[in-house]
């Protein structure tokens, strides 16, 4: 039976205050939403919290850190995760989280595939310092922080993910982008402290904008299809961790190949830093 069409729905694209749950939690899955691939979640634990156990299964993972520091071992080797810093993790994997002194609040990112790529361990001080994956884009009121985490340095057959950071009342994803013939994709605002928040639209006519909704911390809007740029309230900045899982495995699994909305087009996407070079 072929499943229909990806809608942009509110009612299954816009989950609330994603990280309010201790312990390993889902939100995002192709069960409850609507992606084919892409799942996304979090594992929060608090200082002296027991380790939390579990298995990948047929989905390659990213965890990424949010928060305070976490341990992560994967076959017999730990990795101690800072702020932004990610790891990469098979399928077929198991995997051991423990809380650091702070406790931890780590992002769950990952889809199914068929291939089994190593565990990669991306420190965000090597991000920061590779013009290829950290590069400032976007003109004046649209200027953003881009930072890729899982991308071109890591092998993977699907997932992508990265964290954007605003200046104070700007635009992000501007021009207005889309690349639903390749990748879904997923925001998690972070770094938003009350009372800031944002604007997030996702539409396929720009006339009649299919969703339009305020994001706060903590909360993830998917985007499975159409354009998808927002805006950060004045004063405030909008940041976000963004997740992409590739439609076909490997051969779609490209960053920065997106189709500007045309009234834009000659803005350029601003994103071409990120893009690797294929074979």
Same mark, same amino acid.
């Given at each position: 039976?072929?499943r ?17 749950? =201790? ?10 939403? $609507? ?8 594992v929060?634990?608090a ?13 390659e ?11 992560v071992?994967v ?6 995760l ?7 993790? $098979?399928? &077929? ?9 702070g406790?931890? &609040? ?14 990669? *361990?991306? =420190?965000?001080? &090597? ?19 881009? #930072? ?8 993977a ?20 982008h ?12 972070? &770094? ?22 305020v994001?706060?911390?903590g909360?993830?809007v ?11 309230? $004045?004063?405030?900045?909008?940041? *976000? ?5 590739? #439609?076909?495995?490997?051969?779609? =699994? ?26």
């Amino acid at each position: 039976m072929t499943r229909p069409e990806a809608s942009i729905d509110p009612a299954t694209c816009v989950v609330r205050n994603t990280g309010a749950t =201790r312990g390993r939690t889902w939100a995002i899955t192709p069960a409850t939403s $609507p992606t084919r691939h892409l799942h996304y979640g979090r594992v929060i634990l608090a200082a002296g919290d027991g380790p939390i156990r579990f298995e990948t299964g047929e989905r390659e993972t990213a965890l990424v850190c949010l928060g305070d520091g976490a341990v992560v071992e994967v076959e017999g080797t730990a990795y101690s995760l800072t702020r932004y810093g990610a790891l990469y993790v $098979p399928r &077929d994997s198991v995997v051991s989280v423990a809380p650091g002194p702070g406790g931890c &609040d780590l992002a769950e990112v990952a889809a199914p595939v068929t291939a089994r790529h190593p565990v990669q *361990f991306v =420190r965000f001080a &090597d991000v920061s310092n590779d013009p290829g994956l950290h590069f400032v884009t976007g003109g004046p009121s649209a200027r953003r922080d881009l #930072n890729i985490l899982v991308g071109k340095n890591v092998m993977a057959g699907r997932i992508m993910a990265g964290v954007t950071f605003s200046e104070p009342g700007n635009w992000t994803s501007w021009p207005p982008h889309e690349h639903a013939a390749m990748l879904e994709e997923a925001y998690l605002y972070i &770094d938003m402290p009350a009372p800031w928040f944002g604007i997030q639209l996702v539409y396929t006519n720009a006339a009649n904008p299919e969703l339009v909704t305020v994001v706060r911390e903590g909360d993830v809007v998917v985007m499975p299809k159409g354009y998808h740029p927002n805006v950060a309230a $004045p004063g405030g900045s909008i940041n *976000f961790l963004w997740m992409m899982a590739a #439609n076909r495995e490997d051969i779609d =699994r490209q960053y920065g190949v997106v189709n500007v909305q045309p009234e834009y087009a000659a803005l350029g996407s601003g994103l071409d830093k990120g893009r690797a070079e294929r074979r």
